[in-house]
């Protein structure tokens, strides 16, 4: 289907997200006195409420800015901008900072004019407007108390969520398609960065082949599930072992982690706070991970990385997750 402007110009804006987490996100160990917190699916809510990030929190505000199209990156991210100074113009009136509400007031009504093209009265309804959507969405008697990195957000919808119909997972070739010369290439880069992570290394030469192999593992992937037949869309599925990859060798552990022996309190912890917490998305396009990191693991093993044995071992574990995450999910969204 012909994707319209409005989604190219989405995913180029989290695609500029992706990339700006990814100069972000350190593998170092936690420091000493470190205290986990708990995964972000089991943090107690007011009745009503569910536990988001703080970008989960503002993307969700920010909705009714996105949802006309925007003519390129620039203008959804001047969109961006707005819908911060508006945030932030509602939290000082909510915190009765009078001052600080005037100087927002101001810069909200200035960008407004410029990404809006609104003035006088249509102005003034439309801050009113988005004022009152943050009150009621995260209300400050119900946020956690401070100092916090997340934040309770109202639940305005109950989503019905079935189970994943994993009969849409058919290929039409059931041969094994041997590794051709872009695959050995991104094994290679998988190997050679297990390999970092053992004997330890530079960061910058860790981290140009961590995000080498997050792009080159969507092009081999892809090119796999097609070559495949594949007869749901490839495209579902090509973007889910991405935030994977980031989360297994560019994010805190306090063990070393690699893609073929992944422990499974990881794979558990991926699941529980680490995805709910990153990716932004419809409670029900979640789904797609379990099933995707199963194709991709298949990936693996017809790529010569992974084992027969090894392989079994992920899919198994993937299967039990899949029925957990979703129960995860049903919970959460209800």
Not at 21 to 29: D, E, F, N, S
């Amino acid at each position: 289907m012909k994707k319209n402007k409005k989604e190219i110009t989405k995913r180029q804006a989290k695609t500029k997200e992706r990339a700006r987490q990814k100069r972000q996100i350190r593998p170092v160990k936690p420091p000493p006195g470190f205290m986990a917190r708990p995964p972000i699916s089991q943090m107690v809510a007011p009745k009503g409420f569910m536990a988001v990030s703080s970008s989960q929190a503002l993307m969700e505000y920010a909705k009714p800015l996105m949802e006309t199209d925007a003519e390129n990156l620039d203008e959804l991210n001047r969109r961006m901008e707005l819908a911060s100074s508006l945030w932030n113009l509602a939290v000082s009136r909510q915190k009765d900072k009078q001052q600080e509400y005037s100087r927002w007031l101001e810069k909200v009504k200035a960008s407004a004019k410029k990404v809006l093209n609104l003035d006088g009265a249509a102005r003034d309804r439309y801050i009113a407007g988005m004022i009152e959507r943050q009150v009621h969405l995260f209300p400050e008697e119900m946020q956690p108390a401070p100092p916090s990195m997340f934040m309770h957000m109202r639940k305005d919808v109950s989503h019905l969520i079935p189970p994943f119909d994993n009969g849409r997972i058919r290929f039409r070739v059931d041969a094994v398609i041997p590794p051709d010369e872009e695959d050995l290439r991104l094994i290679g880069k998988i190997e050679a960065l297990d390999d970092h992570i053992q004997r330890g290394s530079d960061y910058d030469t860790y981290e140009k082949l961590a995000l080498a192999i997050e792009d080159d593992s969507k092009t081999c992937f892809r090119k796999w599930l097609i070559a495949k037949g594949l007869e749901d869309n490839p495209e579902q599925y090509v973007h889910c072992p991405e935030i994977y990859l980031t989360f297994l060798y560019r994010y805190v552990h306090a063990d070393p982690v690699l893609l073929k022996s992944v422990p499974n309190q990881y794979i558990i912890e991926f699941f529980e706070d680490f995805l709910l917490r990153k990716m932004i998305c419809k409670p029900v396009e979640y789904l797609y991970w379990p099933p995707s990191l199963k194709l991709f693991y298949r990936f693996l093993n017809e790529k010569d990385y992974l084992s027969a044995n090894e392989t079994a071992h992920f899919l198994g574990g993937l299967d039990a997750m899949e029925k957990h995450f979703l129960e995860i999910l049903q919970e959460r969204y209800h």
